[in-house]
């Protein structure tokens, strides 16, 4: 097999995994996108390394890819992030058969330094929603959109990804399609059903006119809102709010789970209705309330801190 035949081999792999992704594995264009992108960059690797097949790769050779990713200035995040692309890739290649084991089995990612999630307060997040004008349509919309990104916790591209049939006014409850093709139950309070219940019979009904989706969040053209206008239209709101943070939907997610345990919901519950796979994942709100509660008594409490030496 000469480099080009590789070359048009692997590229028609890569082709076949990214439909893979869409199509059954439901991924968003944002994973979709950063896949594809670490996926060339490991063949732009292999290219130069002379690696003909990806059959030819081994724990070997994924450990020099390591060492060339630090040495050119890539993170310990970046780096984990894209032999996760890796794995993925390999297990569809084991999947259709192309390749007979995955070597990224013995290889172990960078050890992370755990960072907290960044979050707003709630008087934070009242700023960001009133800043939302609800008398046009495309206001009506956002105030709905913000309202439930807030109430359910969704990731944005669950949340782009909603049918009008996804949603249930009277019981407040949202089926949402989660990473995995899992489908799971999120719930809403009473301000965010107004809002929607005010967008869906306004507000969507001007900005769909005679178009037949059947999406939730649609554009000013009556198409399917995308994640980018979901971005742009909270990072407009935050700065018109005066919110010294650089806000963007996940961390509204973040907020409404720290919000949650800072109320005194149960961890499994909390975890169930973020559609975590894995209980460890939600634990680490619990380590952003636990430094909330010491900020909050460094602050207040007249016994928290050494006494002044008198002038």
Do not use: C
Request: proline share 3%; aromatic share 8%; charged share 25%.
């Amino acid at each position: 097999m000469t480099p080009a035949q590789s070359t048009k081999g692997t590229a028609r792999l890569l082709q076949g995994y990214v439909r893979y992704l869409t199509a059954e594995r439901h991924a968003s264009s944002y994973t979709v996108r950063n896949y594809t992108h670490d996926l060339r960059h490991f063949l732009d690797f292999l290219n130069q390394e002379n690696v003909i097949s990806l059959r030819d790769v081994d724990r070997f050779l994924l450990r020099h890819y390591i060492k060339s990713l630090l040495e050119q200035g890539f993170d310990k995040a970046s780096v984990a992030g894209k032999l996760s692309a890796l794995r993925s890739f390999y297990r569809y290649l084991m999947q259709e058969n192309i390749v007979s084991s995955n070597p990224l089995v013995t290889v172990s990612s960078p050890k992370l330094d755990r960072r907290l999630p960044s979050f707003l307060s709630a008087d934070e997040v009242k700023l960001l929603l009133d800043r939302v004008d609800n008398s046009t349509p495309l206001g009506q919309r956002d105030k709905a959109m913000l309202e439930l990104l807030y109430a359910a916790g969704l990731r944005v591209s669950e949340m782009v990804a909603l049918d009008v049939g996804s949603v249930n006014l009277e019981t407040r409850e949202i089926r949402v399609w989660g990473k995995g093709s899992k489908e799971r139950v999120a719930l809403m309070g009473e301000p965010a059903a107004a809002a929607l219940d005010r967008y869906l019979g306004d507000g969507r009904r001007q900005l769909v006119d005679n178009s037949r989706t059947e999406a939730l969040f649609v554009n000013r053209y009556g198409k399917r809102l995308s994640e980018r206008a979901v971005q742009t239209a909270i990072r407009r709101y935050a700065i018109e709010a005066g919110l010294d943070k650089k806000v963007h939907p996940h961390m509204l997610r973040h907020s409404f789970a720290t919000h949650l345990l800072d109320g005194g919901a149960d961890l499994r519950v909390v975890q169930e209705l973020l559609g975590h796979a894995n209980l460890s994942t939600t634990q680490i709100y619990t380590h952003v309330t636990q430094a909330q509660a010491r900020k909050v008594y460094l602050a207040a409490h007249p016994r928290a801190k050494k006494e002044e030496k008198d002038s």
